[in-house]
């Protein structure tokens, strides 16, 4: 590759592209927002949620100095991720609070990107850190639903006109912001049904000694603020 390909690619991905038209980015919200509120398609893309979810726990270990073992991702949308470290202390906490803020915090930060006209961007650190993800995956349910995401990231971040990567960047970001909301109530119906145990309120509860019922609050206001505000960028508000 000459340094004139080298510069193209630089300018595909670096560069902007011009802001889609108001009816696409409502139109992915609205289609988001349909598979994410019918049961039996939420039990389908929950799996993306998971990858997020488990993604967030395996990168801020990682961020702050835990071993990061592996991440396992079960066909029933729950996952698992181990890190070896202090089994206390700051890392865990931010470690064990990474998972449900993580779609929403993702779907903001894409928000962002998409206001500033990175969609290439977008789709590209998408596929950079699934691949990555991908090395951490320790079960075949788990390696297939990452490779396929990831494919689909690759393949639109290579193949696709702008306009169908606008549409797919879009509906991505509109889904991390709105599926990171319902996990959230979830958790809290199961606790209330004495369910999930050992989630991960519960976790940091003991680690911190603060109710799991404040923790369920930060989720909470991190995802609805997270959906209000990467809301109101993609809707130029």
Sequence with gaps: MDSTDLGNL???VFGTQPAPEQWLVVVTGTLALIV????????????????????????????????LSGIR?????????????????IG?????????????????GGAWLLTEGRITL????ATALLAA???????????????VTGSAFLLMSWLASPDW????????????????????????SKRRRGGAPDSDADQLSRL???????WLFLFHAVSLCSLIGGGRWLLGL
């Design 10 to 12: 630089w300018d595909r």
């Design 36 to 67: 994410t509120v019918p049961n039996p398609l939420w039990r389908l893309t929950r799996n993306a949620v998971t990858i997020a979810h488990e993604g967030g726990h395996g990168l801020i270990a990682l961020l702050t100095g835990r071993q």
């Design 73 to 89: 991702l079960h066909s029933d949308t729950s996952g698992l991720t181990v890190s070896r470290g202090r089994p206390t202390g």
């Design 92 to 108: 865990m906490v931010l470690t064990a609070a990474a998972g449900y803020t993580a779609p929403s915090l993702l779907g903001l």
């Design 122 to 125: 977008l789709l590209w650190v």
């Design 133 to 147: 993800m991908l090395v951490m995956i320790r079960n075949v349910y788990g390696a297939l639903t990452v490779i």
């Design 165 to 188: 990567q606008a549409f797919f960047a879009y509906a991505v970001v509109w889904f991390l912001l709105l599926g990171g909301v319902r996990p959230v109530f979830e958790l809290q």
């Design 208 to 214: 911190t000694d603060v109710p799991a019922a404040l």
